[in-house]
């Protein structure tokens, strides 16, 4: 058996398992996607009035800034379905001390604590994400390579929200509870609701080189719409890339501060 062949079994047996539990309360489901599709409303409303009186973001028309709501959409749900509740169990892992019992398992503790869980409350947030952008590109014109493009810094900003996300975890070895940490975590992805044209040029500059927020919605909206250059993809690769290998080292580095049950 190969490492990835390995890997996605396992990954088959945590998620299995996981929805299995999850399930037995079908009426969340339906709670978190009315809740979702309330947020949505809510999302399209505060774009429509901007767009309402004929006022555009420098650039983006009305369909083309849906492109950039549907693709934060997406990233919301992804962090609602796989980052959010992981990073629950790491609180409590480290609050329990069974963080140990991971430590000890012949697997790489990063990705147990990574995938361990899986939550079906953010499908809703997915799909919805892909209605929205299935619906201003069929306005735009939009053909199939497009969208292929565009999943390409899209993936990126994925793997970018997950690295930022697994380091604010890692930090409940020094700061145990830390639960309201996702609150952080949609902060700064609340930034990219909006193309960054919406902002003044100094919040521009801080949400695409100092929190790059540019990078998880509006790069990959650009690029879907054919209108970024290929350097702003290859530095979205290259900040994926980036920060997962900080994400990991970070991750040794706070593993030295951890007190474990048994000692």
């Not at 409350?121 to 994400?129: A, E, K, N, S």
């Not at 892909?130 to 053909?143: E, F, V």
């Not at 070895?173 to 975590?185: C, G």
């Not at 879907?224 to 702003?232: A, D, I, P, Q």
Request: net charge positive.
């Amino acid at each position: 058996m190969t490492w990835i062949q390995k890997h996605l079994n396992i990954l088959k047996l945590f998620w299995t398992t996981a929805i299995e539990a999850e399930l037995e309360y079908r009426v969340n489901f339906v709670v978190a996607t009315l809740t979702s599709l309330s947020n949505l409303v809510g999302s399209i409303f505060a774009l429509f009035l901007f767009y309402r009186s004929g006022y555009t973001f420098q650039g983006w028309s009305w369909e083309e800034a849906l492109i950039v709501l549907g693709i934060f959409t997406l990233l919301q749900g992804f962090a609602a379905t796989f980052l959010a509740p992981n990073l629950n169990q790491i609180v409590r892992q480290v609050q329990l001390g069974t963080l140990d019992f991971v430590l000890l398992k012949p697997i790489s503790s990063q990705f147990w604590l990574s995938t361990r869980t899986v939550s079906p409350w953010g499908l809703p947030d997915l799909l919805f994400g892909l209605i929205i952008i299935g619906y201003a590109g069929t306005r735009l014109n939009l053909d199939p390579v497009a969208y292929a493009i565009g999943f390409i810094p899209l993936l990126f900003g994925a793997l970018s929200l997950y690295s930022l996300w697994f380091m604010l975890g890692a930090t409940s070895i020094w700061f145990v509870k830390i639960y309201n940490v996702t609150e952080v975590l949609r902060g700064l992805l609340e930034a990219g609701r909006f193309p960054m044209a919406a902002y003044p040029a100094a919040y521009r500059f801080f949400f695409t080189f100092i929190v790059p927020i540019a990078f998880l919605t509006t790069i990959p909206a650009e690029a879907l719409l054919n209108r970024t250059k290929l350097g702003w993809i290859a530095g979205a690769g290259l900040l994926a890339i980036g920060l997962l290998l900080i994400s990991r080292l970070f991750w040794r580095f706070a593993l030295r501060f951890y007190t474990s049950a048994s000692s």
